[in-house]
């Protein structure tokens, strides 16, 4: 009995509790449109409860509060929630329709079971997270952002400098919210702007610190994604928003903290309201610092200061070769370490190639393997390890980056000048005007200036660099980046003929060209080429350069296959005594220079062919007759011959005519004739007057003369110079005048009427008492004019009789440099203590003795003490300057 009833009990046990179960399951679908309603309800609720605390986080943020952890936890939920919900709710028809039996069972168990289960679940975690989304704090105070230290590279080398000068600049009381660091490609702006992040750490300043990539193609959200991140407000609902209202949410935050925002590589302007960034003021404090290798970027984002990020100086660009290749390949020969100054010395003091080529070197430990790399570097760079894979790519970026192809060719034909050399601004424009790069349809001077865009745009974009002693004349490419021109001229190697370029390099005949069919262009410039012979077939050559050679003669047929040749220079080739026949060929030629040649006859029946040419520069003929055929000259190089009367009458015929520079040697008469030439003087840019006696008549420059920008005159006697003037301004373009060796000239207050004037030399002028004499420049249209407001550098040298520059202190505001030498009598300057340039690069005064700097009168204690510290002796020799005159050969000024 007992056995029986122990398992009756068992029995009934297990049936109630499977019972209880079927109730259980059989409810996930006897129940399920029930608790489909109650999980829609609850759902709806939710999405309100999150849409209420979404809105108030909203507005904490808006304070520059940051959301609390566990309220984006809870919303990151809610949102997965509201997604699993729909997915329920979008099949409720489906499964609805498989019911029966007024819905107590259905169609298919299985599915329904499986269904009404996850949706009995569903409700329960929907009523979960509602009972949980009660949140009486939802944001607290954000703390400020750590500045992260970035990794640098352990060779850095030649920066201190740089790096306490922009720290100093960037901290500094006088306002400087906004800095740019621009510099050509590989020079170390990144490297610097590292540095600075990681200076806040080390100066532990109270301020945000927020880095940012700005990749080439500017995209707004991945800037402002980046500040979010070190913000703390990336996040699933920072995804969802768009790009106004992520730029709200950061200024939000920003507006509150001090911060400075670094950004490095700009290729154009970032709006930082668009980001949502504030400005920094000097109420807010706050920084923002960027780099660049455009300096026009600088200007677009109104930067405060702006630091150009130069090459290292020889010693520092030897120094982080040397850390580079290291002591090991160093220490292995004896020989290397000359050797390898040799190869830092080709990199220029550029970062980037010296970082790159250091280690390439650093483990070739033999002075065969050292030497061989010279030998590449001098003759085909481009070939050298790593040059094309590590070195140009980086810098043609910022040559991709120049928006019109007409700036890129303009850009490539650079590299044809010498390594190392000066590239002159209006030469530059000169051959650019005569490939057809600019158009001179509209006249030169139109031209000139686009070509001065040009130029500028170029130096802007860190290709070309403005460099001393005159950077208004003055250019030079960096040699890395000449490589770089010279390998995308060749399409990247694939044809090193099209640019045949060996400037400077001391060839004494021309070089062996395997195809001179596919030679575009070519410049021997500067090298010790004695002989053109042959007959090259150049079917594709525009430009040929061949100044500053050893030329003695050229063979006939030399220029017979060169149907396209537009640009010629066989200037200053003192040996060349006459040009081929075969000129006549060149039916495309546009610019001619054949100055500084002793080419004394040139029959013009050789140039009759040459109908296109605009520019022509020549040597002293002793004749130009027929030079009227060539009616679409437009500029002309030109020494007067003494013995053709006929000159003026030749030239007022060239109707397209529309810039002279000319020279006139010992013979009076066709100086004279020329100044009583409107149409000529009109257009006169230079004048050079040499070996004449005007002491009885003087010298009267018209009033036409006001495109006049250079004057010179060398071993004259001249009694007195004047400009027929009707207003004070009339010679604005006169900008420099140089006088060596001038006889009975006692002033030169003509110089009055030159406004613009920026370079005045006077060397040897016995005679020479005042610059500008008091009496007659107060006495007629001389009166009330001040002098010199643009004046530069101004040289005396040999003036034994100079008593007065003016009478009286001049503002001079932009005199850099003043050389006295051998003026006894000269001792008062006109300059107060507010006079020359100011700042750091401001006015110089050099001079030869002791005895006269100690007895210059000062104005005042105060214009002594300012000058007297700026005053160096010497230097023994004056630099050589090249001005961009077509006539003056370089002279001799600091």
Same mark, same amino acid.
């Given at each position: 009995?007992?056995?029986?009833l122990?398992?009756?009990?068992s029995?009934?046990?297990?049936?109630?509790n499977?019972?209880?179960?079927?109730?259980?399951?059989g409810s996930?679908i006897?129940n399920?449109e029930?608790?489909l309603?109650d999980?829609?309800?609850a759902?709806?609720?939710?999405?309100?409860r999150?849409?209420?605390?979404?809105?108030?986080?909203?507005n904490?943020?808006m304070k520059?509060?940051?959301?609390?952890?566990?309220?984006?936890?809870?919303l990151?939920?809610?949102?997965?929630l509201?997604?699993?919900?729909?997915?329920?709710?979008?099949?409720?028809?489906?499964?609805l329709?498989?019911l029966?039996?007024c819905?107590v069972?259905?169609?298919?168990l299985?599915?329904?079971?499986?269904?009404?289960k996850?949706?009995f679940l569903?409700?329960g975690?929907?009523?979960?997270?509602?009972?949980?989304g009660?949140?009486?704090v939802?944001?607290?105070?954000?703390?400020?952002s750590?500045?992260?230290?970035r990794r640098?590279?352990?060779t850095i080398?030649?920066?201190?400098?740089v790096?306490?000068k922009?720290?100093?600049?960037?901290?500094?009381?006088?306002?400087?919210?906004?800095?740019g660091?621009?510099?050509m490609?590989?020079?170390?702006?990144?490297?610097?702007?590292?540095?600075?992040?990681n200076k806040?750490?080390?100066k532990?300043?109270?301020?945000?610190?927020?880095?940012?990539?700005?990749?080439?193609?500017?995209?707004?959200?991945?800037?402002?994604?980046?500040?979010?991140?070190?913000?703390g407000?990336?996040?699933?609902?920072?995804?969802?928003?768009d790009?106004?209202?992520?730029?709200?949410?950061?200024?939000?935050?920003?507006?509150?903290?001090?911060?400075?925002?670094?950004?490095?590589?700009?290729w154009e302007?970032v709006?930082?309201? =668009?980001?949502?960034?504030?400005y920094?003021?000097?109420?807010?404090?706050?920084?923002?610092?960027?780099?660049?290798?455009?300096?026009?970027?600088?200007?677009?984002?109104?930067v405060?200061?702006?630091m150009e990020?130069q090459?290292?100086?020889?010693?520092d660009?030897?120094?982080?070769?040397?850390?580079?290749?290291?002591?090991t390949?160093?220490?292995?020969?004896?020989s290397?370490?000359?050797?390898?100054?040799?190869?830092?010395?080709k990199c220029?003091g550029?970062?980037?190639?010296?970082?790159?080529?250091g280690?390439?070197m650093s483990y070739?430990?033999?002075?065969?393997?050292?030497?061989?790399?010279?030998?590449?570097?001098?003759s085909?760079?481009?070939?050298?390890?790593?040059?094309e894979?590590?070195?140009?790519?980086v810098l043609k970026?910022s040559?991709d980056s120049?928006?019109?192809?007409?700036?890129?060719?303009?850009?490539l034909?650079?590299a044809?000048v010498?390594?190392d050399?000066?590239?002159?601004?209006?030469?530059?424009?000169d051959?650019?005007?005569?490939?057809?790069?600019?158009?001179?349809?509209?006249g030169?001077?139109?031209?000139e200036?686009?070509?001065?865009e040009?130029i500028?745009?170029?130096v802007?974009?860190s290709?070309?660099?403005?460099?001393?002693?005159?950077?208004r004349?003055?250019?030079?490419?960096?040699?890395?980046?000449?490589?770089?021109?010279?390998?995308?001229a060749s399409?990247?190697?694939?044809?090193?003929?099209?640019?045949?370029?060996?400037?400077?390099?001391r060839l004494r005949?021309?070089?062996n060209?395997?195809?001179w069919?596919?030679?575009?262009?070519?410049?021997?410039m500067?090298?010790c080429i004695?002989?053109l012979?042959?007959?090259?077939e150049?079917?594709? =050559?525009?430009?040929?350069?061949?100044?500053?050679?050893?030329?003695?003669?050229?063979?006939?047929?030399f220029?017979?296959s060169?149907?396209?040749?537009?640009? =010629?220079?066989?200037?200053?080739n003192?040996?060349?005594?006459e040009?081929p026949?075969?000129i006549?060929?060149?039916v495309?030629?546009?610019?001619?220079?054949?100055?500084?040649?002793r080419i004394s006859?040139?029959?013009m029946?050789?140039?009759?062919?040459?109908?296109k040419?605009i520019h022509?520069?020549l040597?002293?003929?002793?004749?130009?007759a027929?030079?009227s055929r060539l009616q679409?000259l437009?500029?002309?190089?030109l020494?007067?011959p003494w013995?053709?009367h006929?000159?003026v009458?030749?030239?007022?015929?060239l109707?397209?005519l529309q810039?002279?520079?000319?020279?006139?040697?010992?013979?009076?008469?066709?100086?004279? +004739?020329?100044?009583?030439?409107?149409?000529?003087t009109?257009?006169?840019?230079?004048v050079?007057?040499m070996?004449?006696?005007?002491?009885?008549?003087g010298l009267?420059?018209?009033v036409?003369m006001?495109?006049?920008k250079?004057?010179?005159?060398?071993?004259?006697?001249i009694?007195?110079?004047?400009?027929?003037t009707t207003c004070n301004i009339c010679f604005?373009?006169?900008?420099?005048?140089?006088?060596r060796?001038?006889?009975?000239?006692?002033?030169?207050?003509?110089l009055?009427?030159?406004?613009?004037?920026?370079d005045?030399?006077i060397?040897?002028?016995k005679?020479?008492e005042?610059i500008?004499?008091?009496?007659?420049?107060?006495?007629?249209e001389?009166?009330g004019?001040v002098?010199?407001?643009?004046?530069?550098?101004?040289v005396?040298?040999?003036?034994p009789k100079?008593?007065?520059i003016?009478w009286?202190?001049?503002l001079?505001p932009?005199?850099? +440099?003043v050389?006295i030498?051998?003026?006894?009598?000269?001792?008062?300057?006109?300059?107060s203590?507010?006079?020359g340039?100011?700042?750091?690069d401001g006015?110089?005064?050099y001079y030869d003795?002791e005895e006269w700097?100690?007895g210059?009168?000062?104005e005042?204690?105060?214009?002594k003490?300012?000058?007297?510290s700026?005053?160096?002796?010497?230097?023994?020799?004056?630099?050589?300057r090249q001005?961009?005159?077509?006539l003056m050969m370089?002279?001799?000024?600091?």
């Amino acid at each position: 009995m007992g056995g029986c009833l122990s398992v009756s009990v068992s029995c009934e046990k297990v049936v109630d509790n499977f019972s209880q179960w079927l109730c259980v399951k059989g409810s996930y679908i006897h129940n399920l449109e029930e608790n489909l309603r109650d999980l829609e309800t609850a759902m709806e609720e939710l999405k309100a409860r999150r849409v209420d605390l979404s809105t108030r986080v909203d507005n904490e943020e808006m304070k520059g509060l940051r959301r609390l952890s566990e309220v984006q936890v809870w919303l990151t939920k809610v949102e997965k929630l509201e997604s699993d919900v729909n997915g329920l709710v979008n099949v409720r028809t489906t499964e609805l329709q498989r019911l029966c039996l007024c819905g107590v069972c259905s169609k298919s168990l299985k599915l329904s079971y499986r269904y009404g289960k996850r949706v009995f679940l569903k409700l329960g975690e929907v009523k979960k997270q509602k009972s949980e989304g009660v949140f009486e704090v939802v944001a607290g105070k954000a703390p400020a952002s750590e500045v992260i230290e970035r990794r640098i590279q352990p060779t850095i080398v030649g920066q201190e400098e740089v790096l306490e000068k922009a720290w100093n600049r960037l901290m500094s009381d006088d306002g400087v919210g906004i800095m740019g660091l621009h510099g050509m490609g590989g020079v170390g702006k990144t490297t610097l702007l590292t540095q600075i992040n990681n200076k806040f750490i080390e100066k532990k300043n109270n301020f945000d610190v927020i880095w940012v990539d700005v990749s080439k193609e500017l995209q707004i959200q991945k800037i402002q994604n980046q500040v979010a991140k070190k913000l703390g407000l990336d996040g699933e609902d920072w995804n969802q928003k768009d790009e106004e209202e992520k730029a709200c949410a950061i200024h939000n935050v920003l507006k509150r903290r001090k911060f400075v925002l670094l950004m490095d590589d700009l290729w154009e302007k970032v709006e930082l309201t =668009l980001i949502g960034v504030p400005y920094p003021d000097r109420g807010n404090g706050c920084k923002i610092v960027f780099t660049t290798r455009s300096k026009e970027v600088c200007g677009r984002m109104r930067v405060d200061a702006e630091m150009e990020v130069q090459c290292l100086l020889p010693q520092d660009a030897l120094e982080l070769f040397k850390k580079v290749v290291g002591e090991t390949t160093l220490r292995s020969d004896p020989s290397i370490p000359e050797l390898a100054a040799e190869v830092a010395k080709k990199c220029h003091g550029l970062p980037l190639a010296l970082t790159v080529i250091g280690e390439a070197m650093s483990y070739r430990r033999t002075i065969q393997e050292w030497k061989n790399a010279i030998h590449e570097l001098n003759s085909n760079a481009v070939k050298f390890s790593d040059m094309e894979d590590k070195i140009l790519p980086v810098l043609k970026f910022s040559y991709d980056s120049l928006k019109e192809e007409n700036l890129k060719s303009c850009f490539l034909y650079c590299a044809l000048v010498r390594q190392d050399g000066f590239i002159y601004k209006d030469n530059l424009i000169d051959y650019w005007i005569g490939e057809g790069m600019i158009d001179a349809s509209e006249g030169i001077e139109m031209a000139e200036n686009k070509g001065y865009e040009i130029i500028g745009s170029l130096v802007r974009a860190s290709l070309l660099m403005e460099v001393e002693p005159d950077r208004r004349m003055h250019m030079r490419m960096h040699d890395v980046v000449r490589e770089m021109a010279l390998w995308i001229a060749s399409d990247f190697g694939k044809e090193e003929d099209a640019f045949i370029v060996h400037a400077g390099a001391r060839l004494r005949e021309m070089p062996n060209v395997e195809n001179w069919k596919v030679v575009r262009r070519i410049s021997l410039m500067d090298n010790c080429i004695g002989h053109l012979a042959g007959s090259p077939e150049c079917l594709e =050559l525009t430009t040929f350069l061949m100044n500053d050679n050893v030329l003695k003669d050229i063979s006939m047929e030399f220029f017979k296959s060169m149907p396209k040749l537009v640009v =010629l220079d066989l200037s200053r080739n003192g040996s060349l005594l006459e040009m081929p026949d075969g000129i006549s060929k060149l039916v495309s030629l546009q610019y001619l220079n054949l100055s500084g040649t002793r080419i004394s006859d040139l029959p013009m029946c050789l140039l009759q062919e040459l109908e296109k040419l605009i520019h022509l520069g020549l040597p002293r003929l002793t004749t130009i007759a027929g030079i009227s055929r060539l009616q679409n000259l437009k500029i002309l190089v030109l020494t007067f011959p003494w013995d053709d009367h006929n000159t003026v009458e030749e030239l007022e015929t060239l109707k397209n005519l529309q810039v002279l520079y000319t020279r006139f040697e010992d013979d009076p008469l066709p100086l004279e +004739k020329f100044l009583s030439s409107h149409r000529l003087t009109s257009c006169t840019r230079e004048v050079v007057i040499m070996n004449m006696d005007l002491e009885s008549s003087g010298l009267s420059l018209p009033v036409t003369m006001d495109k006049l920008k250079f004057f010179r005159t060398d071993n004259c006697s001249i009694s007195e110079i004047k400009m027929g003037t009707t207003c004070n301004i009339c010679f604005s373009s006169l900008s420099l005048v140089f006088l060596r060796d001038c006889r009975c000239l006692k002033e030169l207050t003509f110089l009055i009427f030159a406004p613009n004037l920026t370079d005045l030399v006077i060397d040897k002028g016995k005679d020479v008492e005042d610059i500008i004499n008091k009496e007659k420049a107060c006495g007629g249209e001389e009166s009330g004019i001040v002098p010199f407001l643009n004046l530069n550098r101004l040289v005396l040298i040999s003036l034994p009789k100079l008593k007065n520059i003016y009478w009286s202190p001049l503002l001079l505001p932009s005199l850099e +440099k003043v050389v006295i030498r051998d003026c006894p009598n000269l001792k008062k300057l006109p300059l107060s203590s507010q006079s020359g340039k100011q700042g750091e690069d401001g006015l110089i005064i050099y001079y030869d003795e002791e005895e006269w700097i100690e007895g210059v009168e000062w104005e005042d204690e105060a214009t002594k003490t300012r000058f007297l510290s700026s005053c160096r002796k010497g230097p023994n020799r004056l630099l050589r300057r090249q001005t961009s005159s077509k006539l003056m050969m370089p002279f001799c000024i600091v």
